[in-house]
Each structure stands twice: as C-alpha cells, then as structure tokens.
C-alpha cells in the first residue's frame, strides 16, 4: 500500500507529502494516530512544500542580479539614508497603496542594493515583482516592436508588484522606446508600485527622453504617488567602504541568510500563495 501511495504521490506532484510518507505512516502505528490528524500533518507538509517551490519561483522570476538584502546593508557606512524609513518599505505597506519609490543619488551609493533588498522582501511575502536593467527594459520594449508584441509585453509588466527599473541615465532612448516607456508607466499608474533608481534629479529627464509633453506626463504620474528618497553620500565601493561593510568581511552571510529565510517561509503553511 505504501509504495501504491508513493506511486499516486508522485504522480499527483504532491512531493512534500511523499517526502515525510512512511514517518508519518510509522509514528502514526506508533502512536495509534487518528486518521484525520495523520492527514493533516501530511497536508501541511505538502503545503509547506508548495509554498517553498512557489518562493524559490518567485525569486527566480524576479531576477535580482545580486544576493543582496536589507539586513546586510551597510547603513553606517551611508549616513545619509534613514535606516527607519527603509525598514518601514520593507514592511511592504507602500504596495498596497500602489505608491511609487525613486531612488536618486550618485554612482555607488546603494541604491540598487536598497531597491533589490526591497523586491527580495517583496518576493519572499508572496509578491511576483521583477529587476529589469533600464536599458535592457527599453531594448525589449523596442524589440516588441518588430512582432507586434508591445500590447502582450506590456500587459504582462503591468502587472508585476513592483517592479524595479534600475539605472535610469545615460540610456540611449529612441523615440519608439520613450512613448513604450511611457505607456508602461501609464498603465501602472495609481495600480502597482515601480521602483526606479538614477543619478539623475527628475527634472534632468527632459534631456534624457527629449519630448518635453512626454516627460510633462511621465512624471506628473511618477511623482503623483512617490517616495522621493535622495542619497547623497560616498561610494560603497571603495576599498576602504568594501573593507568596512559586514557583506565583505562575511561573504557567506548573504547566502545563509536566505536559507533561513527561505526555511522561515516555507514552515509557514497560512498566508498569501
């Protein structure tokens, strides 16, 4: 019966369940085990399992560049950024207002880090958001173009909660791409959040997309709902910053972090999927 049970359990995918099968089976002889509490100890192995493979899905899907976290960033090394407003994003509330964040500082300052640690918050709560490289985002958009593809694209960015578009400046913008660029931006409006971070101060994005009644409306829909967080410190990557910066002198931390955290939401069995 047993390996009739394992045979059904793996075809039914049900690959937690089949995991802790025959302990279940044998403590429940052992300890004369009601049937309806043996099955939901074996439920809610197969739901913790689920719940692991939808994380490890969602962190996929994301593709954060960097195994980067909140919790290992160096804060005392960038004074300027106010370690309670971050933690406050990290609670995540700003997505359920749809409330957009713009990340604005020079080269190296760690806004790409503090955007990534927000989207891996995001993901590890059940949010399917993704990281999109500024440039790669206006390549794809204009490569759309071709197979008239640009509708399905962009419904399908729409939806993503959040999504962050790192790296805005020094982008090379046709003219196609700043109109799909901003319809992007129209269709998210007052729905999701979108993370951005630049070198540039917003008013500077006229030069960048060159369609002053473009920009006009691009930002009248970015600003309209943002948290404007300006990071105005040194660079994190100098030797000197590297060598001060706990990631650095633990280059394993980040990755057993996540494990922890990954374990912490798969026990979880209630909860948002």
Not at 11 to 35: Q, S
Not at 66 to 95: C, V
Not at 159 to 176: A, G, H, M, T, Y
Not at 265 to 273: C, D, K, L, T
Request: aromatic share 6%; charged share 30%; with cysteine.
């Amino acid at each position: 019966m047993r390996d009739k049970l394992q045979t059904l359990l793996a075809r039914l995918h049900f690959d937690g369940m089949a995991a802790v099968l025959d302990k279940e089976l044998e403590r429940a002889e052992r300890e004369a085990t009601p049937a309806p509490e043996l099955i939901h100890r074996l439920l809610c192995a197969e739901a913790a399992s689920q719940r692991q493979r939808s994380l490890a899905y969602r962190l996929k899907q994301a593709r954060l560049p960097w195994d980067w976290t909140l919790e290992t960033f160096p804060f005392d090394e960038q004074p300027s950024i106010n370690r309670g407003q971050i933690k406050t994003l990290a609670g995540l509330d700003f997505l359920s207002r749809a409330n957009n964040i713009v990340l604005t500082g020079e080269t190296g300052t760690g806004k790409s880090g503090i955007a990534i640690g927000i989207l891996r918050e995001a993901c590890l709560n059940g949010y399917r958001g993704r990281f999109y490289d500024a440039q790669d985002l206006l390549d794809e958009l204009y490569a759309s173009l071709a197979d008239r593809s640009t509708s399905r694209l962009l419904k399908r960015l729409s939806r993503l909660q959040p999504l962050v578009i790192d790296k805005v400046d020094n982008l090379n913008v046709k003219s196609e791409q700043a109109n799909a660029f901003f319809r992007l931006i129209d269709q998210r409006y007052n729905r999701v959040s979108t993370i951005i971070t630049t070198s540039l101060e917003l008013d500077k994005w006229y030069e960048l997309f060159d369609k002053k009644h473009l920009v006009d409306a691009l930002l009248d829909r970015l600003r309209h709902r943002c948290i404007s967080i300006n990071i105005d410190g040194p660079s994190l990557r100098t030797p000197e910053a590297q060598a001060a910066s706990p990631g650095h002198k633990r280059p394993g931390r980040l990755v057993r972090q996540q494990s922890r955290r990954g374990a912490a939401e798969s026990a979880r069995v209630g909860g948002q999927p």
